[in-house]
């Protein structure tokens, strides 16, 4: 009974999301990209759609909340400007950490990253999902792996230290 409930996500669930300042009824913008502090495995913020020539981004702080209908904010003034240069950079270091290879521990390759399940609260990383491959995934489901049971090297390789459990449609 005073049992605490965690509401997760993915991060294919973030994107897209509508951004709406609180207090009106509709949304500014959208969510483009969600950035990742992989040391940590936290969400360091969230790209926001805008025009080619502006890169605006969210940083995850007090005021910004995130729900299963969209990203609330406080007020518009917690966005910041960056840089064309500082996006390019931070999405394609995002999208190379994104698809590195998951190993066992005898050093054997399980799979691919996948995504990860984000709890909607804090914007901590609490599970990675796993892809062993197209037919694997098809016949046996994605592996979810608590971030508890991994470890990442300095050279940023995941190493899981227990097998983890198919998918069984809830992450």
């Known amino acids: 009974m005073g049992e605490d409930v965690i509401y997760m996500v993915t991060r294919w669930h973030l994107l897209r999301l509508p951004v709406r300042v609180q207090g009106r009824p509709r949304h500014w913008t959208l969510v483009q990209e969600v950035v990742v502090d ?3 495995m936290t969400v360091e ?10 890169t605006l981004f969210l940083p995850s702080q007090t005021g910004v909340r995130v729900t299963p209908t969209g990203v609330e904010i406080l007020t518009r003034a917690l966005v910041e ?3 064309r240069r500082w ?10 950490c994104r698809r590195r290879q998951v190993y066992d521990g005898k050093g054997g390759v399980v799979g691919l990253l996948k ?3 984000i709890d909607e609260e804090t914007l901590v990383v609490r599970r990675i999902i796993v892809s062993r491959g197209l037919l694997a995934d098809l016949l046996h489901g994605s592996l979810i792996v608590p971030v508890e049971q991994i ?3 300095a050279a940023g390789q995941i190493k899981m230290r227990q097998p983890g459990a198919g998918y069984q449609g809830t992450p």
Do not use: A
């Open 45 to 54: 913020g969230f790209v926001l759609e805008s025009s080619p020539f502006r």
């Open 81 to 83: 400007k960056r840089t």
């Open 115 to 117: 995504d990860l399940v």
């Open 151 to 153: 470890d990442q090297d």
């Open 87 to 96: 996006r390019r950079e931070r999405i394609h270091n995002d999208w190379i």
């Open 38 to 40: 992989w040391r940590s």
